[in-house]
C-alpha cells in the first residue's frame, strides 16, 4: 500500500534493514517555508529509524497518525513502513535530483 501527504511518500515494506538507527524523534520530514514538519503525533506509538537517508517507521501500537498542519492525516497500522521524499527531475542530467519541499 502507499500513501501520499504532500512531498513525503509512505509505503508498508516486510521488514527494516538490520543496519537501520533509531532515531531519538518522530519527525519524517521538515518543511522548507513554514517550519511545519510531517511527524508521528505520538511517538508511543511508532519509532523512526534511519538507514542513510532512507527512513523508515515501525508502528508499535495498534496505529499511529502522520500529520502536518498543511495536509490530511495518514494512520497506518501496526507493521513497517518505508518514507522518502518527493524528488524533481532533471533532464539535462537525465537523473533526478534534489527533494521537493511543502
Not at 516486510?14 to 518522530?26: E, G, L
Amino acid at each position: 500500500m502507499l500513501w501520499r501527504q504532500g512531498d513525503v511518500y509512505i509505503e508498508s515494506v516486510s521488514a527494516i534493514p538490520a543496519v537501520a538507527i533509531q532515531r531519538s524523534n518522530t519527525v519524517l520530514a521538515d518543511g522548507e517555508l513554514t517550519g511545519h514538519q510531517h511527524r508521528i503525533s505520538d511517538f508511543r506509538s511508532a519509532a523512526v529509524f534511519a538507514d542513510g537517508e532512507q527512513l523508515f517507521i515501525d508502528v508499535l501500537a495498534d496505529t499511529a497518525d502522520v500529520v502536518h498542519e498543511e495536509h490530511g492525516t495518514i494512520r497506518l497500522s501496526r507493521g513497517f513502513y518505508r518514507v522518502w521524499r518527493q524528488r524533481e527531475y532533471d533532464p539535462r542530467f537525465k537523473e533526478w535530483q534534489r527533494p521537493v519541499f511543502d
